[in-house]
């Protein structure tokens, strides 16, 4: 069976009673822990999306504090967890500024936590790889908060 476009979704979906995209909804939700998530997103925190942004960051900030860092290759694994952790918030934000924002969070986090992730090559790849995604998300910004941010990406380097 091939999946419909997105398109021919999206002419279905307009085309559905509430009940029954409601009923529809459910149904997704009820499969993936990820589309509750998106869909509580989109309904419950969306409209104060700097309060969403400041909870992501409080809950990278915990994360790190979980790292073991006796081992460089425990500590990779444990980065590796709370940038997924980032990315699937950047994702249902769907927006350049809270990605900038996030990443340049946990890129500053991860400075300040003392793991020698300069020692590990993976790990040392992996902050730079960040650092080129929050100057493309900066890149595609208006021209002030491109500024705001550029300063904060700075202090960074």
């Known amino acids: 069976m091939k999946a419909a476009s997105v398109n021919e979704l999206k002419e279905e ?3 559905l009673p509430a009940a029954k995209l409601v009923e ?3 149904r997704l939700i009820k499969y993936k822990k990820e589309n509750k998530e998106l869909l509580h997103y989109i309904l419950m925190e969306a ?3 700097q309060g969403y942004l400041e909870a992501v960051k409080t809950e990278i900030t915990a994360e790190f504090e979980t790292v073991n860092s006796s081992n460089l290759y425990f500590a990779k694994k444990t980065i590796r967890k709370i ?3 980032a990315n699937k918030h950047i994702r249902y934000t769907g927006s350049k500024q809270a990605e900038a924002e996030l990443l340049i969070h946990f890129c500053a986090v991860l ?3 003392g793991i020698p992730y300069q020692k590990s090559t993976a790990l040392n790849n992996l902050y730079l790889s960040q ?3 929050v100057e493309k998300a900066i890149a595609g910004m208006h ?4 500024y705001d941010y550029q300063k904060e990406l700075d202090k960074l380097h």
């Open 13 to 15: 979906l307009k085309s």
């Open 24 to 26: 529809a909804c459910v």
């Open 47 to 49: 409209h104060d999306e």
């Open 83 to 85: 940038l997924r952790i």
């Open 111 to 113: 400075k300040r936590s």
């Open 131 to 133: 650092v080129k995604k």
């Open 143 to 146: 021209e002030d908060l491109r």
